[in-house]
């Protein structure tokens, strides 16, 4: 698969450079925004406003609305701190935040998970294609579902 390589974090070292690239792009690494990312990176597939609401709101001892976990998905997701799943508004963490590129994914349609891939060759002729059609800002968004190997059997 042709891709490029960059560098995955993981734990705090994640946390780190997620708020080192929110400060970057000028914005603040508040307690509400950490606990979000925390949340986030802590799942093992993509979770729902709703589901980071409920674990944020599970840590902090008392609710915490959705409309304010959106709109800091939002700031991620342009931030590039994470990826959104379209197809289920779910979200990922972004494990290399620092990396800008078009991204792939396979979603389990069993268990949910969801498997990150590079190759520029294929978002590469989606951005040609469309720009041959006559869009302008092509954003290749690309979601592949199916049945993971473990779900397979």
Known sequence: MAGHSHHEHSGAALVEEAAAVLKTAG????????????????????????????EVGRRRGKRVAANSVYRILDL????NLANRIESSNAYLANTHPGCRHDCIFLICDDCGIAKHLDDERVTGALRTAGRDAGFADVRPVVELRGLCNACAG
């Open 76 to 79: 991620f997701v342009r931030t």
């Open 27 to 54: 914005e603040q690494w508040t307690t509400m925004r950490a606990d979000v990312f925390d949340a986030l990176a802590s799942q093992d597939r993509p979770a729902s406003a709703y589901d980071i609401a409920e």
